[in-house]
């Protein structure tokens, strides 16, 4: 049967009267009522036309593994393991690969026993198990603002009440933190987690300091409250110093690790793990029983034979590098192109810079603009919000792209962004000074500093740190 | 048999609407037996009406492009009869601006408005206009992009303070921009099919948030009501004035209508969609099928008032 047939025969037969599809909405369980904007959608959609320089996408860059290297591993696989490789694996993962995680937590110097590793198809995936261990309709979960985009969806399925913590250039304010604890406390409610991206955040770029870290392993033993670090990015650093995980300083009691393989070898593999305490462990793995069985056992061992026959750090240093440029280019773009009263924050590894624009300026309505008359997209900072904010900011990502087509998108984002500024200007009577144009000097008030809701102030600051 | 050709996606800031809808159309053409040939338009439109030579096209276009009355002239030179309305008919309808002033030159109740483009605020000083619009229309203001047919870029301004932020947004979608008086009361749509208007929908926002309108038209956020719970006498009043409106920019074939029936008991056209979407939760289909068309008669009807026409 060609495949045309098939299509023809699956083709929906007579349906779809509105009687019908109201009877489906009928059905549709409440949590499918929770959805974020699909105007947004739509935009987001049109930034994958070709021909639109995109800064929006999460990618890392697959164009730097090389081919033959992907063949000879395939080979390799299929000579020593096609009959595993094409069979069911155990839920927790294959041990080879546990190895593997082992190993690659060593890196960032956390030691685990390959015990309590849960391995999972993507990071991705523990999202979705945390929730189905621990979120009910209505409970909380504490996130950063802005938080990781892709958590949005997994936290709604569930239905949780996601409460938002700023964050500055050193990362959660953990002080906002704890009042706000307090406060949920006062009104009977107990967050089931805390939901952080420590190093490199996505989307803010931003790192946790080790004060804070030290703080937050405090304020998570207690409170006895569970903290989920999200970690994909801990080994991509491009300068300063790495700063211990939250679970090493944890010691694995509070702490929930989420890590993946897609940064630093391939995200199509689509291999993610946890570390948890064992009765949470043993939960999630329940959880995921129900979802997939097991992560796929191809991917696994595809790992596995990559770890066997080649060095991994190395790719991780070739990828490190090429991002390290990238990121540079698009510093130095930012810099050159953006008006003065745009500001943004400045990574030391990751693949995300966050940029702040006058308020006036809704980053969503820009992006209809830019794509329209630039052909250049990125990502609307309402889109790592819950709450409606977010509204005058965006998400740059600098790994995906090569470094002509980030200065480039920059230089267009540039442009489009000063058109709108100037024509702010002449609605208002020709130039109210934007909100934040006096140089404030650094406080030593965290608050004052806050990179995400006063950026221009704390950029100032870095580049005087920087020295 | 025929050969028919739906034209959807396209780049219009509601291509993703479109191809739902063109989905949902092809599945009705082929289950009526059609031959159906379907077209992402792109660079590559008019080659292929030419090398392909279909019988009529169904456009199932949403937005720039597709609703403005381009597509439509391009069809006419190519000589292919095409569903919905005429070229003329769509450039009233897709510019909200051109629209409102022919409900207004036919008597047809439309909210008060002004309209700008973005020149006369940079080079004619419109900005120094601002507090009379606003004396004349009263606050909240609504500010819509002329030419944007889904919600984005549709701002409230509640007080002065909002208005050039809402005009900014609204520029960002359309060199042209309408502010318009908020008319509060209930929101109703009014399908006018081969010149008969159709039971009225109602949209019943679900949320407490007033103002936001992006999730006006997505499933569970909103309501749609079918026939919508109105008296004989204002369900006759709504229908008649979507089909003078419908009338008065010329449509043909299909419409939508949206009008507001204000807490004063007033009717008022906010607007008419050349192209209805036809996505399983669009307006269209569900108030067809409140008059028991089905799906597939709904295309088939819309289908053979283009045959007819040409």
Redesign the interface.
């Known amino acids: 049967m060609t495949i045309e047939d098939r299509s023809n025969r699956t083709r929906p037969s007579a349906r779809t009267s509105a009687h019908e599809l109201e009877r489906y909405a009928g059905l549709f369980a409440q949590r499918t009522r929770v959805m974020k904007s699909s105007a947004m959608r739509d935009l987001m959609a049109i930034t994958q036309r070709p021909e639109v320089i995109s800064l929006a996408g999460g990618n890392p860059d697959t164009s730097t593994f090389p081919p033959s290297s992907f063949a000879e591993l395939t080979a390799r696989l299929a000579v020593d393991g096609t009959a595993r490789a094409l069979q069911y694996g155990p839920t927790d993962g294959i041990a080879d690969v546990k190895a593997c995680i082992v190993e690659v937590m060593a890196a960032e110097d956390t030691h685990v026993d390959p015990q309590d590793v849960l391995v999972t198809t993507g990071g991705q995936q523990v999202l979705d198990l945390m929730c189905k261990t621990f979120v009910d309709p209505g409970d909380v979960i504490v996130a950063e603002a802005p938080t990781y985009p892709g958590a949005i969806p997994a936290f709604c399925a569930y239905q949780a009440d996601v409460v938002q913590i700023g964050m500055d250039e050193d990362g959660m304010l953990v002080d906002e933190l704890e009042q706000t604890l307090d406060r949920l406390e006062r009104e009977g409610r107990r967050p089931k987690f805390v939901y952080t991206v420590p190093t490199f955040q996505n989307p803010g770029g931003v790192t946790l300091s080790l004060a804070r870290r030290r703080r937050l392993v405090e304020v998570a033993h207690e409170r006895e409250l569970l903290v989920l670090e999200d970690n994909p990015y801990g080994l991509l650093r491009y300068e300063g110093d790495p700063l211990p995980t939250l679970l090493s300083l944890d010691g694995g009691e509070f702490v929930v690790y989420l890590g993946t393989f897609s940064k630093i070898l391939s995200a199509g593999l689509r291999v993610g793990w946890a570390v948890a305490p064992r009765p949470v462990l043993d939960k999630m793995n329940l959880g995921k029983q129900g979802v997939d069985l097991c992560s796929s056992s191809l991917a696994q061992l595809f790992i596995a034979t990559y770890f066997a026959e080649r060095r991994w750090e190395d790719y991780v240093a070739e990828l490190s590098a090429l991002y390290a440029r990238r990121r540079d280019a698009m510093l130095e773009a930012l810099a050159e192109f953006l008006p003065a009263a745009a500001s943004w924050t400045r990574p030391q590894g990751g693949m995300f810079v966050w940029a702040t624009l006058p308020d006036y300026i809704d980053t969503t309505d820009l992006l209809a603009r830019a794509l329209e008359e630039r052909n250049v997209a990125f990502v609307p900072g309402r889109a790592a919000y819950l709450d409606g904010r977010g509204g005058s900011s965006m998400r740059l990502n600098f790994s995906g792209s090569r470094e002509q087509d980030i200065r480039e998108g920059v230089r267009r984002i540039g442009e489009v962004v000063r058109e709108q500024i100037e024509f702010y200007d002449a609605l208002t009577g020709g130039g109210a000074p934007p909100a934040d144009a006096e140089p404030v000097p650094r406080s030593p008030d965290p608050e004052l500093a806050d990179v995400l809701e006063l950026p221009r102030r704390a950029r100032r600051a870095r580049r005087s740190d920087a020295r | 048999v025929s050969r028919i050709a739906v034209l959807k996606g396209g780049?219009s800031?509601?291509?993703?609407?479109s191809l739902r809808s063109g989905a949902?159309v092809e599945?009705?053409l082929?289950?009526l037996g059609h031959d159906v040939l379907a077209i992402d338009v792109g660079r590559d439109l008019v080659a292929r009406l030419r090398r392909e030579r279909p019988d009529a096209a169904f456009v199932a276009l949403h937005g720039r492009d597709g609703e403005d009355g381009t597509v439509q002239e391009l069809l006419e030179i190519v000589g292919i009869p095409y569903t919905g309305s005429g070229v003329a008919a769509c450039m009233r309808c897709a510019d909200k601006v051109l629209a409102k002033h022919a409900f207004r030159d036919a008597a047809i109740p439309t909210p008060d408005f002004y309209a700008f483009n973005?020149a006369a605020?940079?080079e004619l000083g419109a900005?120094?206009a601002?507090d009379a619009i606003e004396e004349r229309l009263g606050f909240p203001i609504v500010v819509k992009p002329a030419d944007q047919g889904?919600?984005?870029?549709i701002r409230f301004a509640r007080d002065a303070t909002e208005?050039?932020?809402a005009?900014?947004?609204g520029?960002?979608?359309s060199d042209h921009v309408l502010l318009e008086r908020h008319v509060a009361g209930r929101d109703l749509a009014v399908s006018i099919l081969e010149g008969e208007p159709l039971p009225v929908v109602e949209a019943v926002p679900q949320g407490d948030d007033f103002y936001d309108f992006?999730?006006r038209?997505?499933?569970?956020?909103t309501a749609f009501v079918?026939p919508a719970a109105l008296d004989p006498d204002a369900t006759a009043a709504a229908q008649a004035i979507a089909l003078r409106a419908h009338e008065a920019l010329g449509c043909a074939g299909v419409s939508r209508v949206d009008l507001m029936l204000g807490d004063d008991g007033d009717l008022a056209v906010l607007e008419i969609n050349a192209i209805p979407g036809l996505t399983?939760?669009s307006l269209l289909?569900?108030a067809?099928?409140?008059a028991g068309i089905?799906?597939?008669a709904l295309v088939a009807r819309i289908l053979d008032s283009a045959l007819k026409a040409s």
């Open positions: 780049r800031l509601e291509r993703q609407v949902q599945d009705a082929e289950r973005e605020f940079k900005a120094d601002i889904s919600a984005l870029g208005v050039p932020a005009l900014l947004a520029f960002s979608y992006e999730s038209y997505e499933i569970g956020r079918c399983e939760t289909p569900q067809a099928d409140a089905g799906f597939d």
